[in-house]
Structures are given as structure tokens and as C-alpha cells.
């Protein structure tokens, strides 16, 4: 089945450096989502891409959807201490929307 | 308002117990999920329900069976538990994946299960 896969799995990053999280699919996206937990909460809806090569940014969050569609990166310029939390992508295969989440990329920033 | 609700938020059982996760959205969304993430941190979708009918159902053991009574609701009912369901379990709401737009999932609180 479907695999999508997510590196690093942990990240540890001094406040004000950036950071970027990788997530490939084994299989073609018709779309990727990106998700955010905090320690203890729950995973919360940041964006999805859809077109091939689409960039969007929110504030110091950049995402990125390769043009094969089979890739995403998540960036974040300069982090805060309140972007500590577990990072998900989550691709959506076929027509049913089954989410398939990678493993998540765990970010720690120390102030 | 809570979005998407779970009772309890914490469960602590024994072995070979029957138990019940209760979920409930109030977005009218069309369907309704059920997650399970392990200790380490991996979320895998284990049942959905579109339209009351079940329109995924993973490679999970038959102990699980999700109900639902409306399209506001799914619960979980997990019978003769085992060490190994020790996990939180999200309940998670969309719209119909299919349609068009951002079709992002709404996840309730979780549930954390401890099988003793």
C-alpha cells in the first residue's frame, strides 16, 4: 500500500534557527496536508497543498508540493518556542480521502 | 463550543475488558474517523464512516468495532482488551473527502487508553 515517509524524525534547533521537514510518497498525491501537535494535544490542520509545484506560506511557514507530486517540505524561518510541537504530513490517496500520515518530524527549540 | 468531543480522556482498564470511547462532532460534517497513535507518536486511521456506513476499515483486529448511532457520532467499543491497545485514540471529523476545497480533518481531544 501507500507509504509516505518523513525525516527527520527528531529535530533540535537553537530559537531563531530555521527548520524544514521532508515528506515523500511512494505513490503519486492527489493531495498533502500538513499537521501540527503540540506536546499532549491533538493534531491540528495547518494547510494542503494540491497543485503540482505549489507554494504557499503562512507567516514563517513555508510548504512546498513537488511537481511530481510525490513530495512536500514544510519550512519554518527563524523558529519561536512556541513551534515546539510534532509535525505531520498526511497524503490523500484516491477518491475516498484515506489520510496516510507519515511519522511525524518532532521539533524542539531551545531559547 | 468543542468541535469534536471524546469521552472519556483518560481510561485506565484491565486485560481483557470491554470498553467504550465516545466521540461527537457538531460541524455536520459527512464523516467521521478513528485514530490510533502509539507511543511513538505514529498515527494510523483505523475506521471511518461516511453517511453511517463504513467506507474504510484497516487492518485492525475485529475487538474493535466502531458504531454509529447518527452521522453526529462513531464510538469506539473495544472488546477483551490487550496489552498492545495501550495508546491515545483520536476521533477525527471531515467533510466528504471527495469534495472539493480544503477537506482538512477536525480531531477531537484524544483518548488515552491504559491496559493493565
Known amino acids: 500500500g501507500q507509504q509516505v515517509m518523513q525525516i527527520p524524525q527528531y529535530q533540535h534547533v537553537q530559537e531563531g534557527e530555521d527548520f524544514t521537514t521532508y515528506c515523500n510518497s511512494s505513490?503519486?498525491?492527489?493531495?498533502i496536508q500538513w499537521y501540527k501537535q503540540r506536546p499532549g494535544g491533538h493534531p491540528v490542520f495547518l494547510i494542503q497543498l494540491v497543485k503540482s509545484g505549489e507554494v504557499k506560506k503562512q507567516k514563517r511557514l513555508t510548504f512546498q508540493f513537488g511537481e511530481a507530486k510525490k513530495n512536500s517540505s514544510l519550512h519554518i524561518t527563524a523558529t519561536q518556542t512556541t513551534d515546539v510541537g510534532t509535525y505531520f504530513c498526511?497524503?490523500?490517496?484516491?477518491?475516498?480521502?484515506?489520510?496516510?500520515f507519515g511519522k511525524g518530524t518532532k521539533l524542539s527549540v531551545k531559547p | 463550543d468543542t468541535a469534536v468531543s471524546q469521552t472519556p480522556k483518560y481510561l485506565v482498564t484491565q486485560m481483557g475488558n470491554d470498553k467504550s470511547i465516545k466521540c461527537e462532532q457538531n460541524?455536520?460534517?459527512?464523516?467521521m474517523y478513528w485514530y490510533k497513535q502509539d507511543s511513538k507518536k505514529f498515527l494510523k486511521i483505523m475506521f471511518s464512516y461516511n453517511n453511517k456506513e463504513l467506507i474504510i476499515n484497516e487492518t485492525v483486529p475485529n475487538r474493535f468495532s466502531p458504531k454509529s448511532p447518527d452521522k453526529a457520532h462513531l464510538n469506539l467499543h473495544i472488546n477483551s482488551l490487550e496489552l498492545g491497545d495501550s495508546a491515545v485514540y483520536f476521533c477525527?471529523?471531515?467533510?466528504?473527502?471527495?469534495?472539493?476545497?480544503?477537506?482538512?480533518?477536525?480531531f477531537g481531544p484524544g483518548t488515552r487508553l491504559t491496559v493493565l
Open positions: 477525527a471529523s471531515s467533510q466528504d473527502p471527495g469534495a472539493a476545497g480544503d477537506n482538512e480533518q477536525f
Open positions: 460541524l455536520g460534517h459527512d464523516t
Open positions: 498526511a497524503g490523500i490517496e484516491g477518491s475516498q480521502g484515506n489520510l496516510i
Open positions: 505513490t503519486t498525491l492527489s493531495n
